[in-house]
T-cell receptor, first 114, second 113 residues
Framework: AQTVTQSQPEMSVQEAETVTLSCTYDTSESDYYLFWYKQPPSRQMILVIRQEAYKQQNATENRFSVNFQKAAKSFSLKISDSQLGDAAMYFCALKGGSNYKLTFGKGTLLTVNP | GAGVSQTPSNKVTEKGKYVELRCDPISGHTALYWYRQSLGQGPEFLIYFQGTGAADDSGLPNDRFFAVRPEGSVSTLKIQRTERGDSAVYLC???????????FGEGSRLTVL
């Protein structure tokens, strides 16, 4: 079984500042993928960043980067230079390498204050 | 279309009624998924299609739920004898094969009164 835990129901950040969203997970698979999705009020899930478990290097996408700690089963998302458009629900998700199902956490609501 | 399209965007129905939710995936995407997102929760897997066949329907909660994809493109999620607990956002996603990136639609919000 796969589980994903997001322990921060809500977070807030000042515009232009940096914020980190936490995620821990559990899986019995040795090959897996981790994702962060953004869900604005439009409800559409948008992929922010992905990390392959076999890669030691942390993934980065412009202002978004992850801190992947495989031994600790931790996968946090750092948003730098936060913008008003970053305000949304953020979901951490896990997919086993031999699987097609995404397992999502409960999400973190990010507020960006001007 | 350019993205995954879901209709209706919102559906309000009465307990006991039958409902159909439609998903039009990105052209050429062979894999199609349905997820259900209840209030305050992350999406939960319902069913996965590879082509026309349901490769995995283990997430469907009970036999009131059924989904089809007869021509390997558009899919319809069907809910019989709706209950208030069925109220949720139903998300559809498609991908280019099983290991491809998932692209989600904007979901259909179902409210059962």
């Amino acid at each position: 079984a796969q589980t994903v835990t997001q322990s921060q129901p809500e977070m807030s950040v000042q515009e232009a500042e940096t914020v980190t969203l936490s995620c821990t997970y559990d899986t019995s698979e040795s090959d897996y993928y981790l994702f962060w999705y953004k869900q604005p009020p439009s409800r559409q899930m948008i992929l922010v960043i992905r990390q392959e478990a076999y890669k030691q290097q942390n993934a980065t996408e412009n202002r978004f980067s992850v801190n992947f700690q495989k031994a600790a089963k931790s996968f946090s998302l750092k948003i730098s230079d936060s913008q008003l458009g970053d305000a949304a629900m953020y979901f951490c998700a896990l997919k086993g390498g031999s699987n097609y199902k995404l397992t999502f956490g409960k999400g973190t609501l990010l507020t960006v204050n001007p | 279309g350019a993205g995954v399209s879901q209709t209706p965007s919102n559906k309000v129905t009465e307990k006991g009624k039958y409902v159909e939710l439609r998903c039009d995936p990105i052209s050429g995407h062979t894999a199609l998924y349905w997820y259900r997102q209840s209030l305050g929760q992350g999406p939960e897997f319902l069913i996965y299609f590879q082509g026309t066949g349901a490769a995995d329907d283990s997430g469907l909660p009970n036999d009131r739920f059924f989904a089809v994809r007869p021509e390997g493109s558009v899919s319809t999620l069907k809910i019989q004898r709706t209950e208030r607990g069925d109220s949720a956002v139903y998300l559809c996603a498609s991908s280019r094969g099983q290991s491809g990136e998932l692209f989600f639609g904007e979901g259909s919000r179902l409210t059962v009164l």
